[in-house]
C-alpha cells in the first residue's frame, strides 16, 4: 500500500501523461484512480463520492444534491501507468432533480502494451437536472489497450445529458462503446464519439437512445477515421415512442488504405407525432477539399491529415 508521498507520486505522474496538472483550487473538485486504487479525493459543497475498493475492481457511487449547481467542472483521471494491468471500474451516478455538474474525464494508459480498462455505469439524471460528461483517452504507441465502457441512462422529465468520447493521443488498440438511453418528456440526449484508428485498431460503438416521453430530443454523433488495416463498426440506434419527440442520427467515416468501415443507422417512428431523421457517408477524403489544400502548397499526405483533424474536432 503506498503511503502518501508516493500517492502524490503517481497521481503527478497520471496528469503529466496528458500535459496537465492536479488542481490545487479549493473550489474544484477530483479524483485520482490508478487501477483498482484511489489516490486522490477532493470534493466540493453538494458532491458526494463513496469509493469501495476491491481485489477485481472499483465500485463507486456518486451523488449531486437537489438544486446544487456545480459550477466548475469535476476532474475525475483514470489510469495505469505500467505496460500491463486491469482497471474495472463499476460507477453508479445519481444527479437529483434540479442539479448540474460537468465532468472532464481523462483516462490515460501511455505505456500499455496489455491493458484492460473496462466501465460499467448506471447514470440517473433527476427531473430538469443536466449531467455533461467529456472523456478524453490517451493511450500508448502500441495499441495495447482494450477499452470496453457500458452505460444505462435514464433521464427523467427535463434532463439534460451530454456524452463525448475522444481519444486524443496513442493507438486505439480495441474500443467497444454500449450506451443504452431512456429519455423521458422534455429531455435532451446529446451522445457523440470522434476516434481514429491505424494499423490492426478495432472500433465498435452501439449507442441507443429510447425517447420515451413527449418532446423528448436525442442526437447521436460518430466521426470515424480508419487507416491501413483498421476497422470500425457502428450501430447507432434511435427509436421515437412519443408525440412531438425529436431525433437525429450522423455518422462519418474516412476510410484509406486497406481499412474497413461499416455503419448502420437504425431509426425507429413509434408515433405519427414524432419525427427521426438520419445520415451515414463512408468513403475517402472529400476530393474538393483535398484539391484545395494540394493547391495551397500542401503534400497528399498532409492534406489527408488535416481534413480527418477536421472531422474529428471537437464541436464543444
Known amino acids: 500500500m503506498e503511503n502518501r508521498a508516493e500517492k502524490q507520486a503517481l497521481i503527478a505522474k497520471l496528469y503529466e ?48 444534491d437537489e438544486g446544487v449547481q456545480i459550477e ?4 475525475i483521471c483514470f489510469g495505469l501507468l505500467p505496460e500491463r494491468g486491469e482497471q474495472r471500474i463499476n460507477m453508479d451516478i445519481d444527479l437529483a432533480a434540479g442539479s448540474r455538474m460537468a465532468v472532464l474525464a481523462s483516462c490515460t494508459f501511455p505505456n500499455a502494451e496489455e491493458i484492460l480498462h473496462t466501465m460499467d455505469a448506471n447514470i440517473h439524471v433527476g427531473k430538469n437536472a443536466e449531467y455533461i460528461y467529456l472523456e478524453r483517452h490517451v493511450h500508448g504507441k502500441e495499441g495495447g489497450v482494450k477499452v470496453v ?42 451522445m457523440s464519439a470522434r476516434i481514429s484508428g491505424t494499423a490492426q485498431d478495432v472500433i465498435k460503438i452501439h449507442e441507443k437512445a429510447q425517447l420515451v416521453g413527449e418532446r423528448a430530443r436525442g442526437v447521436l454523433t460518430t466521426s470515424i477515421a480508419v487507416r491501413q488495416q483498421a476497422r470500425a463498426e457502428i450501430l447507432n440506434t434511435l427509436i421515437a415512442d412519443a408525440p412531438y419527440a425529436r431525433g437525429h442520427v450522423d455518422c462519418k467515416e474516412i476510410v484509406q488504405d486497406e481499412a474497413q468501415a461499416r455503419a448502420v443507422p437504425i431509426v425507429e417512428v413509434k408515433n405519427p407525432k414524432a419525427h427521426v431523421t ?3 457517408a ?8 483535398l484539391e484545395t489544400l494540394l493547391a495551397h502548397g500542401l503534400d497528399e499526405d498532409a492534406a489527408t491529415d488535416l481534413i480527418i483533424e477536421g472531422l474529428l474536432s471537437p464541436s464543444y
Open 17 to 64: 501523461s496528458i500535459g496537465e496538472v492536479c488542481s490545487t483550487a479549493p473550489d474544484i473538485a477530483h479524483i485520482e484512480i490508478h487501477g483498482n486504487r484511489v489516490l486522490g479525493l477532493h470534493l466540493v459543497e453538494g458532491l458526494h463520492v463513496e469509493a469501495d475498493e476491491k481485489s477485481d475492481g472499483i465500485d463507486a457511487r456518486i451523488k449531486v
Open 72 to 75: 466548475k467542472p469535476v476532474r
Open 149 to 190: 465502457p457500458r452505460a444505462k441512462v435514464l433521464l427523467e422529465q427535463g434532463a439534460r445529458f451530454r456524452t463525448d468520447f475522444e481519444l486524443i493521443k496513442g493507438r486505439v488498440g480495441l474500443i467497444d462503446i454500449d450506451y443504452d438511453a431512456e429519455c423521458r418528456a422534455d429531455s435532451v440526449l446529446e
Open 278 to 280: 438520419h445520415e451515414a
Open 282 to 289: 463512408i468513403g475517402s477524403v472529400d476530393k474538393k477539399q
